[in-house]
């Protein structure tokens, strides 16, 4: 499949947002798959998209079991990874959109809880 915005890709790779799975477009950075999951909010959010701002700052479970800050603009996704904390522009616009939170089974007692 090709998209201008995504580039080329075969397929799409499961990723664990907050407890939920999310399919993004194989190489792609994470926030480039959060824009794929969520085009309405996350294409207008405040981020620089070169890694200066921090707006997109994640925290993902490695796979020792250990968790690591890291920029989601810079990370490239892969099969499996697993998200434990976003920054705050990533949460309100990831659980602005509904669509996402529809499709991530995301209930509106579960956003106000994030929130």
């Known amino acids: 499949m090709h998209c201008d ?22 190489k792609n950075s994470l926030l480039r798959g959060f824009q794929f999951a969520a085009p309405a909010t996350i ?5 620089c998209w070169n890694g200066t701002c921090n707006n997109c700052t994640v925290t993902v479970r490695e796979a020792s079991g250990g968790d690591a800050k890291r920029q989601a603009c810079r990370l ?18 990831l659980l602005g959109d509904t669509m996402y939170s529809e499709a991530c089974g995301i209930s509106r007692s579960l956003q106000s809880s994030i929130k």
């Open 76 to 93: 490239d996704v892969h099969d499996g990874i697993e998200v434990t904390a976003v920054a705050p522009e990533i949460k309100r616009n």
């Open 43 to 47: 294409s207008y959010g405040q981020f």
């Open 5 to 26: 915005l995504f580039g080329e890709y075969d397929k799409l790779l499961r990723v664990r947002v907050l407890g939920h799975d999310i399919d993004v477009p194989e």
